[in-house]
């Protein structure tokens, strides 16, 4: 329906890249002889670097990677406030109970935000409102050639921009270039059932007044002419097509926690807020070394690995950006009227998991 477009041509030859595209109908939009020979559609590989890509370079790395131990006030202050957060909890064993022991169990948390752009084609159309088509014999540029107004590093967003000498008037795929459809609401009627006597005509024993005893009424969707305008030309017959290319920046973000045994659910650690130690971004990552837990090192080289081979082949990588944090995690043992508890401190905000406080209450509400 659209026919070729031999002025949009010069990707790379790799049409395996290129999907068909779920047209309305079967070749409607076309060819277009040098895009690959493919009228549009499926994502772009970034074209190779025209100059030699700087080889990454280590980040600073700080000599002290410690944090002060957490005190048994501070300790028995977010118990006091745990306490008191929950209102079926009494406060006793929080004011009352005797610290036997605190164990710390720190662990780390590495994240991996590899932020990128990815580039598709596909056919788009809209109502043609007498705007002239700019499909020209002049080549159009390729995806990669565009300019794009980018966002900030490491935040999503979607562009949607129109590629110059591609567009041209066609009929209306939808109505035939009739500018008109069925109503939905009638079905091409033009009436529907009066909704007063169920399309009876009557009313009990009388004549239905709202339809005159036809059963009928005007259907308000088409003012009862059985037709409205083609929502697809929007009554205009005619269309502008074109291609459309999308511009998708995403940041892909990874995390990697150190295992540790102190009975900290899964949940709570991924909602824990941990202290930064150490934070890196260039546009390529160099992997964390001299890292004192090896755990991180080598995350930190599997995961850039990865990211770099994941998202390499079909996107253009903008930026990589490392960061270790350092979340305390601390283990309260308690006594309290001659039994054993303990409860967890963690995160900097001192949260406090504690699934088994030893003064609960049922409350009531009437």
């Known amino acids: 329906m659209y026919g070729n477009m031999p002025n949009y041509a010069g990707t790379a030859p790799v049409p395996a890249v290129y999907p068909p595209l779920a047209a309305p109908a079967a070749n409607m939009y076309g060819n277009m002889p040098n895009f690959d020979g493919t009228a549009a559609g499926g994502y772009v590989p970034p074209p190779m670097p025209t ?68 580039r598709s084609t596909e056919w788009a159309h809209k109502p043609h409102e007498g705007e002239p088509p700019d499909f020209s014999p002049q080549t159009a540029p390729q995806p990669w050639e565009i300019r794009a107004t980018a966002p900030s590093l490491f935040t999503d967003h979607k562009q949607e921009l129109r590629v110059p000498f591609t567009s041209s008037i066609k009929d209306c795929h939808s109505c035939h270039a009739t500018g008109k459809e069925k109503c939905d609401v009638c079905k091409g009627n033009g009436y529907k059932s009066c909704f007063k006597c169920q399309g009876s005509g009557r009313c009990g024993e009388e004549d239905c007044t709202q339809c005159d005893a036809t059963g ?99 996107s253009r990588i903008l930026q990589q950006r490392q960061t270790v944090e350092l979340i305390p995690i601390t283990k309260v043992n308690y006594s309290w009227k001659g039994k054993s508890y303990f409860y967890i401190v963690y995160g900097n905000n001192n949260s406090v998991s504690d699934s088994n406080y030893p003064a609960t209450c049922c409350c009531v509400i009437l």
């Open 216 to 314: 009928k009424e005007k259907c308000s969707g088409c003012n009862g002419q059985g037709m409205k305008d083609c929502k697809t030309c929007k009554g205009n017959k005619r269309l502008l097509a074109f291609i459309q290319l999308k511009v998708e920046w995403t940041n892909h973000v990874e995390d990697y926690v150190v295992e540790q045994n102190s009975g900290l659910s899964s949940e709570e650690l991924r909602s824990a807020h941990g202290k930064e130690l150490f934070k890196n971004s260039q546009p390529v990552l160099y992997p964390l070394i001299g890292f004192p837990n090896p755990a991180i090192a080598e995350a930190s080289e599997r995961m850039i690995k990865d990211h770099q081979t994941k998202y390499g082949q079909t």
């Open 51 to 118: 100059e030699p890509i700087a080889p990454p370079q280590p980040g600073p790395v700080p000599s002290d990677w410690s944090i002060p131990s957490l005190s048994e006030d501070v300790a028995r202050e977010a118990f006091k406030n745990f306490a008191s957060s929950h209102c079926c909890y009494s406060s006793s064993p929080a004011e009352d109970c005797v610290i036997a022991k605190m164990e710390p169990y720190n662990t780390f948390r590495y994240r991996l935000e590899t932020f990128t752009e990815s």
